[in-house]
C-alpha cells in the first residue's frame, strides 16, 4: 500500500545524577532486546547517548536521533531522570514523541538497584505540561523490559498517525452537493492538525478529465479492472471510461501534492457528474483507497481525513459510509435474533453507493447507481461496486470540525455481521453495543454527519490515544456507552 509514512522511534534513556546510569543503559538495551525479538529492529533505533542533568547531552541526543533519521521519539526513564534536560528534549524534537518508564525489579536489590522512576514519571509530566509539549503517555507507563516494549510497539500506530497527517495534503474537486451542509469542513482546524487542503473547482477536474482522453495507459488499467472484477464485471463498455478517470486523479496527485508526502481526496460524485462524465466514480474511489489513497464521496473532507488516519493506523484498506438505514423488523427477526447477541436497536445498516474496496466485500459486481436512476438515464450512473461488506470486526468512527471551528470525533468497535442485507449498494449490517443510545446521545446530540470511516478491525484504542494527541478534548471524543453508563444527555427516567 503506497502513500503510507513509516516510523523509525529513537529511543533515549535518561538518567538523573544522583542514581546510577548504568540502570537506565542496561534497563534500555533489555526493552530494545525485548522489542526486536518479537517485532524486529526495523521500527526503532537505540540511541547510545544517556542523558544525565546536562543540557548538552541533551543535544547530542538530539542530533544523534535525528542523524539516525528518527521522526519519532520514546523517552525511556530509566530511573528517575532529569526532568528538565528529558522535557527540553521533548521539546525541541519535531515528531510524536511518547514518555514510559522503568519498573522495579528485584526484592533483593533495592538498596542500590532501585530507580524510582515511578516518581520520576509524576515529574516529567509535570513538566512537559509546563513547557506545553505533547506527548503519548500510555495507560499504565510503568513496566518491566517486555511490558515496556509493548508500549513501544502501541504507540508506532499513532506515531504513524501524528506523522502521517503533519504530511498530508487533501485536494478536494467541488463544493458539496445541495442538501449536504452536514458535511460541512471549517477549514481553519486542518491547519491546526497540520494539514494542507487545495480546493478545486469540479470544471477543473472535467477538464483534466477530457486531457487524458485516448491515453496509452488506459488498456493497461482496464486489464487491472476486469482481472479484479472477474465475472462480476457487469459493465465492461464503462471500463474505459473510468481508467481515464483513475488515471486523471493519479496525475492530479503526482502534479499537486507539492512540498506534502500523503495525499486523500475529496471527490466530487453527484449531481452534475454523471451526466457530464457519463458515469460515477464509485468504483475508481474504492481502488485508489485500497492502494493507501483515501477518496471520500460527497466531497467530505473530514471523512476524507478521517480515512486517512484510519488507513495510517491498521495498515488496511478503509471505507466511507452512510450511517444508512435500520434493520427491518422481519429481517432481524429471521436472521439475527437468537444468533447473535444484539437487540434490533443496536444494529444499523451501513450502506454507500459502491466505494468499498473489491477485497472488503464478500462479493461484487459492477452495477449502475440505482438511486440516481430513478432521475437519470441508467448508462450515465454506471460505475458502483456493488456487494455485501465481509463480515468481521469493525471499527466506526469519525474525526470533525464543527460549524464553529471546534474538533469533535467519535469511536465505536463492532462488528459487520454474516447476514446477507438483500439490498443494494455496498452495504453490510453492523452491530455495535448500545448502538440505539450512541446514535441518539453521540451522533445526533453532538451533530455529526452520516458519514462515518469504517477501519476493519478493532482499533478504538489507538484512534483515542490519536484523537487526544491531535488536540480533541477528551469530553468530545465520543464512544458507546456500555449499558448502565449514562450520558451526560441520557434522560435518567429513560
Not at 472488503?360 to 461496486?385: D, H, N
Request: with cysteine.
Amino acid at each position: 500500500m503506497s502513500n503510507m509514512p513509516k516510523v523509525k522511534i529513537g529511543i533515549v534513556a535518561v538518567s538523573r545524577d544522583c542514581f546510577p546510569e548504568s540502570l537506565s543503559v542496561n534497563r534500555r538495551k533489555a526493552v530494545v532486546e525485548a522489542y526486536t525479538k518479537k517485532y524486529g529492529d526495523a521500527d526503532i533505533y537505540e540511541c547510545p547517548v544517556c542523558i544525565v542533568e546536562s543540557e548538552i547531552q541533551m543535544v547530542e541526543a538530539l542530533e544523534d536521533i535525528k542523524k539516525s533519521g528518527c521522526n519519532a521519539l520514546a523517552v525511556y526513564l530509566g530511573n528517575f531522570g532529569p526532568e528538565i534536560a528529558e522535557t527540553l528534549l521533548a521539546k525541541h524534537f519535531e515528531g510524536p514523541k511518547m514518555f514510559f518508564a522503568a519498573a522495579e525489579e528485584h526484592g533483593d536489590n533495592l538498596l542500590d538497584g532501585r530507580g524510582d522512576a515511578y516518581c520520576g514519571m509524576l515529574n516529567a509530566s509535570y513538566n512537559l505540561k509546563l513547557r506545553g509539549v505533547k506527548a503519548y503517555i500510555p495507560e499504565y507507563p510503568v513496566g518491566n523490559a517486555e511490558e515496556c516494549a509493548e508500549m513501544l510497539h502501541e504507540f508506532v500506530p499513532i506515531a504513524r498517525a501524528v506523522v502521517g497527517l503533519s504530511s498530508l495534503k487533501i485536494i478536494s474537486f467541488g463544493p458539496r452537493p445541495l442538501n449536504f451542509l452536514a458535511c460541512n469542513a471549517p477549514i481553519q482546524q486542518l491547519y491546526n492538525l497540520g494539514v494542507e487542503i487545495e480546493e478545486n473547482s469540479e470544471l477543473d477536474l472535467f477538464e483534466a478529465f477530457n486531457a487524458h482522453e485516448g491515453d496509452e495507459r488506459i488498456p493497461e488499467i482496464v486489464k487491472e479492472m476486469e482481472a479484479e472484477l472477474g465475472t462480476g464485471n457487469k459493465k465492461p463498455e464503462i471500463l474505459s471510461k473510468l481508467a481515464q478517470y483513475e488515471l486523471t486523479l493519479k496525475d492530479w496527485v503526482r502534479d499537486h501534492k507539492g512540498y506534502r508526502e500523503y495525499v486523500a481526496i475529496a471527490g466530487k460524485c453527484w449531481p452534475a457528474f454523471q451526466t457530464q462524465f457519463g458515469f460515477v466514480p464509485c468504483y475508481v474511489n474504492s481502488r485508489l483507497t485500497a492502494q493507501g489513497i483515501p477518496v471520500s464521496c460527497e466531497v467530505d473532507i473530514y471523512g476524507a481525513l478521517s480515512e486517512f488516519i484510519g488507513t495510517v493506523v491498521s495498515e488496511d484498506t478503509v471505507t466511507l459510509l452512510d450511517i444508512n438505514n435500520t434493520v427491518p423488523h422481519d429481517l432481524y427477526e429471521e436472521d439475527i435474533k437468537g444468533s447473535y447477541d444484539y437487540t434490533q436497536k443496536d444494529t444499523f445498516m451501513g450502506f454507500h453507493c459502491g466505494n468499498t474496496a473489491s477485497e472488503k466485500l464478500s462479493f461484487c459486481e459492477m452495477k449502475y447507481q440505482k438511486i440516481m436512476a430513478r432521475s437519470l438515464p441508467i448508462e450515465v450512473t454506471q460505475g458502483t461496486l456493488e456487494g455485501d461488506i465481509k463480515p468481521g470486526d469493525i471499527t466506526f468512527f469519525r474525526l470533525q470540525s464543527t460549524a464553529d471551528c471546534k474538533l469533535r470525533a467519535y469511536i465505536a468497535q463492532g462488528e459487520v455481521l454474516p447476514v446477507a442485507t438483500r439490498s443494494f449498494g455496498a452495504i453490510g449490517i453492523f452491530a455495535i453495543p448500545e448502538m440505539g443510545r450512541f446514535y441518539r446521545h453521540v451522533l445526533i446530540e453532538k451533530n455529526f454527519p452520516h458519514h462515518g470511516a469504517v477501519a476493519f478491525g478493532n482499533f478504538g484504542k489507538t484512534l483515542y490515544e490519536v484523537f487526544k494527541y491531535v488536540g480533541v478534548p477528551v469530553e468530545e471524543i465520543g464512544y458507546n456507552q456500555p449499558a448502565g453508563v449514562r450520558y451526560p444527555t441520557e434522560n435518567p427516567w429513560g
